[in-house]
């Protein structure tokens, strides 16, 4: 079937990302690059899992139209919306608290931020 | 359900388990991580990976709540996260 085979694309690219991500924040050498790889990757590869199971309720509802999945799609794509939004600001309070507590990026030349007393 | 249908899930909680396998590898982070905000994005990680699991699951045991649950940790892991955030960076 060709749901079948879209269904297995997207959680195996869901599962490279996820995977991309936490090598990222294993492999990198300071607090900021690693929440660069982790955040970006890990959202992205969740957001595909999700389109797995988004993909795979279609298929259901349309063979059996029953209504408990449109359901699950619905509170599927509110819970990808929910992790994109709360991933992107998350990151951004904790690279802004990093800064406030000292941490520099590893070969920091020039700190626009410092320089600008924010 | 037919045959083809537990076909499916299975693929469901064979990328549920490899995302658990993923976010043990993000718990060595969780250890090592020189600094505090090392292990906040360690954590940050977890959260995510934790909430694709869920509506994972929720797909392979028909318990669709699951997905409800999910989105309900994806929002309080927000929460928590601004919190810790607001206490490494001084200013609560």
């Known amino acids: ?118 | 359900m037919d045959p083809e249908d537990s076909r499916m899930t299975d693929i469901f909680m064979i990328a549920a388990l490899i995302t658990v396998i993923i976010a043990f590898g993000a718990m060595v982070r969780l250890v090592l991580g020189p600094t505090n905000p090392d292990r906040v994005v360690a954590v940050d990680t977890i959260n995510t990976l934790t909430v694709a699991v869920m509506i994972l699951l929720g797909v392979v045991y028909q318990q669709y709540i699951f997905i409800d649950v999910a989105i309900v940790y994806a929002l309080l892991s927000f929460v928590s996260t601004l919190y810790i955030a607001k206490h490494i960076g001084g200013e609560l």
Do not use: W
């Open chain 1, 1 to 118: 079937m060709i749901a079948d085979t879209f269904i297995l694309i997207l959680l195996v690219i869901g599962l490279l990302f996820n995977a991309l991500g936490v090598i990222g924040l294993l492999r990198f050498p300071d607090v900021y690059t690693r929440l660069h790889a982790s955040t970006k990757a890990t959202t992205f590869g969740s957001i595909f899992l999700c389109l797995g199971v988004v993909v795979f309720a279609i298929s259901q509802y349309l063979g059996t139209s029953d209504s408990q999945y449109l359901m699950v799609i619905t509170h599927t794509i509110i819970a990808v919306f929910a992790l994109a939004i709360t991933n992107a600001a998350g990151s951004h309070a904790i690279a802004r608290a990093a800064h406030r507590s000292g941490q520099k990026p590893d070969p920091a030349v020039v700190d626009k931020l410092t320089e600008a007393g924010l």
